[in-house]
């Protein structure tokens, strides 16, 4: 069982950031790969970026690419999402999730077990 809390959400103008964080309790937390996903309202949850068990390998959905950067700390239980050039349309609910690294790397949420509260995003123009 892990227990995941995001925080680092907030409300800003377009073309500033932000920094997310998802901070983990309960199992190893090396033993997970980490999934950061959104929700807008009356959209589905889509794939933001996700980080391996090292964070040595992440991978970013084309809408964020080159904007965000997924980062982990796991001698301190926790994933980062450093959000630059911020754009009204990544205004969403954001969440981490887990799934264990044994099964390598996902960008589909049925696939992540374990899932955060989520932090409110909003980005004006």
């Known amino acids: 069982q892990v227990q995941l809390v995001e925080s680092g959400g907030g409300l800003v103008q377009a073309g500033g950031s932000l920094r997310l964080s998802c901070a983990a309790s309960g199992r190893t937390f090396s033993s997970y790969v980490v999934g950061w996903f959104r929700q807008a309202p009356g959209q589905e949850r889509e794939f933001v970026a996700h980080i391996n068990w090292s964070g040595g390998t992440t991978n970013y959905a084309d809408s964020v690419k080159g904007r965000f950067t997924a980062s982990r700390d796991n001698a301190k239980n926790t994933v980062y999402l450093q959000m630059n050039s911020l754009k009204p349309e990544d205004t969403a609910v954001y969440y981490c999730?887990?799934?264990?690294?044994?099964?390598?790397?996902?960008?589909?949420?049925?696939?992540?077990?374990?899932w955060g509260q989520g932090t409110q995003v909003t980005v004006s123009s």
């Open positions: 999730a887990v799934r264990l690294r044994l099964w390598g790397l996902s960008s589909r949420p049925d696939e992540y077990n374990y």
